[in-house]
């Protein structure tokens, strides 16, 4: 087993060269400094498995250094000895996360003893972070859902830039999940461990916005009876969230900028400066570019908090992904007290018919409604609220009543349309409409047979359309008067796995 890179921290050259001595004849890599200050920079730029360090350091910086180090290298194994101990000072040194505690002098062997249990220490830990990223890498994006081809990239986007420093702009109408996704880079990223903050800007009124971020001190203003620490402070080695930066004054913009360029601010009513350690991650539903050409948001700020952008894009242009979605949230909301099948063929209709103004946070909570108020084993049309079932605004819908029909044909029908809109889209190629669908071809055949749709093919230029659709009948049998244009951007609808509109029995 390869042995770990192993920093003394010692200002006693003479220990420090017998320590030398002995490690590298054990096959240490051997690393030496003579401050805590040099030790943390040490830290910062090479990978140390194990770290003996004096007690006796002046200043006490041996306990501080311990401290930093469980704070900002957890992985690191640390070791104290001293010629000097005491129970306190040995107390004091464990309950700060040191691993051993060891009086000098000591022994050869025994030193060898405590570093091959440290070791094996710093081994078990390697181990349980690797296998922690692991699982982290494997189902930190499980609840960001969808197949979507613009999902897919953001999701490797946000594994990318993840493990860096750099600030994140996340971008998208309410409700498309930009607090989620922050959560999962946070997730994803070498400050899991350490705090996540969370701000909405907009929320917090602007005579307070700064107290709130800042932190301030006794006598600040009124009602400032006792000093209190801030959002920056509370996020310090890890993570703050500020929600709708668009939202932020311009006098906060000023300070905003000053954290993200120096990493230091002063709470309000003090002269004192404090320095933080953290990520910032900004998110907006505004356009900030519009906002920095009107005057209205800083262009240096905006730079600042854009060096990442992820574009989430609303729900109604994610249309396939509204069945893994509806799943995920059933599979959330339905608890172990019932077991719900999914969602029959005219619900999950319907929910893809449905504009989704709230997005995916309104989607979220129309499934946690239905898991509370089903009554069968699956989720029905009738379970879902009003405002979706009614005003379903398609031809098909329009169609159906005034010929005096039914939702359950009007869904049908919208069915159909759908199919032939895909159809015609990629010029009668069936394999093709059916993965657009979401769908396998065998359940297209399934579907066009149901409905009476067949391709007529006019030609093979590539990337020409090649076929119309000709249905044969609609859905009650009689022939169809010319059935409206339907969009097909985006209208990808799941296989069965998803409960998507087109599965089920073909009747």
Not at 80 to 98: K, P, Q, S
Not at 116 to 128: C, K
Not at 245 to 263: C, D, F, N, T, Y
Not at 471 to 492: D, F, I, M, Y
Request: glycine letters at 8%.
């Amino acid at each position: 087993m390869n042995k770990a890179n192993l920093l003394i921290v010692d200002v006693d050259r003479r220990a420090v060269n017998s320590l030398t001595a002995l490690l590298n004849a054990d096959d240490y890599a051997v690393f030496e400094v003579p401050t805590a200050h040099e030790a943390l920079a040490h830290l910062a730029s090479t990978e140390i498995g194990l770290l003996l360090c004096s007690a006796d350091l002046p200043g006490g910086g041996a306990f501080e250094l311990l401290g930093e180090v469980r704070r900002r290298f957890p992985q690191t194994v640390v070791l104290m000895f001293t010629a000097f101990g005491t129970i306190d000072g040995a107390v004091e040194a464990i309950r700060l996360g040191a691993y051993d505690y060891l009086t000098t002098p000591l022994s050869a062997e025994d030193l060898r003893l405590a570093l091959e249990r440290a070791a094996a220490q710093h081994a078990l830990l390697t181990e349980h972070r690797k296998l922690k990223r692991e699982l982290e890498l494997r189902f930190g994006l499980e609840s960001l859902v969808g197949h979507d081809y613009r999902m897919l990239k953001l999701f490797e986007l946000i594994e990318t830039v993840a493990d860096s420093t750099v600030s994140v702009l996340i971008q998208g109408p309410s409700g498309t999940g930009k607090s989620l996704t922050a959560r999962v880079i946070h997730r994803l990223s070498s400050r899991r461990d350490r705090p996540f903050v969370e701000v909405s800007v907009a929320a917090i009124p602007e005579a307070l916005i700064e107290s709130e971020l800042f932190g301030h001190v006794r006598g600040a203003f009124t009602g400032a009876l006792s000093s209190k620490p801030g959002k920056f402070r509370a996020a310090d080695g890890g993570t703050i969230f500020l929600d709708e930066i668009g939202a932020a004054s311009p006098a906060l913009q000023v300070k905003l900028l000053r954290v993200l360029q120096e990493r230091q601010f002063e709470p309000v009513g003090s002269n004192r400066t404090e320095r933080v350690d953290i990520r910032v991650i900004c998110a907006t539903n505004a356009d900030l570019e519009a906002e920095v050409r009107a005057g209205r948001f800083r262009e240096d700020l905006f730079y600042r908090i854009n060096v990442i952008a992820l574009e989430l894009p609303p729900l109604c242009e994610r249309l396939g992904d509204i069945p893994l979605l509806a799943e995920f949230f059933l599979r959330q909301h339905a608890g172990p007290r019932r077991a719900l099948e999914g969602f029959s063929i005219e619900a999950m209709s319907a929910l893809q018919a449905y504009s989704w103004p709230g997005n995916v946070r309104e989607l979220a909570n129309v499934v946690e409604r239905c898991a509370i108020l089903a009554r069968g084993s699956r989720i029905e049309l009738f379970d879902l609220p009003a405002r979706i079932v009614e005003p379903l605004g398609s031809a098909a819908l329009h169609g159906a009543r005034s010929a005096g029909g039914t939702l359950r044909e009007a869904l049908r029908e919208a069915e159909r349309l759908i199919i032939e809109a895909a159809l015609s889209a990629h010029g009668g190629n069936r394999q093709s409409a059916a993965h657009q669908l979401g769908v396998d071809r065998t359940t297209l055949y399934k579907k066009m047979r149901r409905f009476g749709i067949r391709t007529a093919r006019r030609g093979r230029r590539p990337g020409a359309s090649t076929a119309s659709v000709l249905p044969l009948r609609n859905a009650q049998g009689a022939s169809p008067a010319s059935a409206p244009s339907v969009p097909t951007s985006g209208a990808n609808i799941s296989n069965t796995r998803t409960s998507s509109a087109l599965t089920g029995p073909t009747r």
